[in-house]
């Protein structure tokens, strides 16, 4: 980590870092599924937003996909799968590494730092700061995903 020397800090940090990527895509996500029912009806992004108070990391992407994306239709669900997995391929065609695998580790290192207040074993400060662009992806597509 950049301005600190001691490994064993680094790697607490660490946590803090996770969290908050993981607090930014929280944040994300509910931004785009708050503006999308705003847009087809006051009333449903009434709803939506009241939904999304709650949302408490329940991002992965099976949640996206399940709870989250198939309630407003299959169209949204294949589109969403679609946006991704081409992003994924394109990713991995650039050699930048797997946009799927980067947002589960995320939100997985979160999940170990909250819980059991374990901060990531087997990664460092670079590689998490790769792994949250390359997982940014999954937003995008999401965001691409919603738009009408």
């Not at 800090?9 to 705003?38: H, M």
């Not at 999940?111 to 990664?123: C, E, G, I, L, S």
Request: net charge positive.
């Amino acid at each position: 980590m950049i301005g600190i020397a001691d490994p064993f800090l680094q790697s607490r940090y660490l946590g803090f870092v996770v969290l908050s990527a993981v607090t930014v895509f929280e944040l994300a996500i509910k931004d785009v599924f708050i503006e999308f029912a705003e847009k087809k009806h006051v009333v449903l992004g009434n709803v939506i937003r009241s939904k999304f108070e709650q949302i408490n990391g329940r991002i992965r992407i099976s949640s996206l996909q399940n709870e989250f994306i198939k309630p407003f239709g299959a169209k949204y669900l294949e589109r969403f799968n679609k946006n991704l997995e081409n992003a994924e391929v394109e990713s991995l065609r650039s050699r930048n590494g797997s946009i799927k695998s980067s947002y589960g580790n995320i939100i997985q290192w979160r999940h170990d730092f909250v819980h059991q207040a374990r901060a990531p074993q087997t990664t460092n400060y670079v590689e998490v700061k790769a792994a949250y662009h390359r997982a940014k992806g999954v937003i995008h597509c999401l965001d691409k995903t919603m738009k009408r």
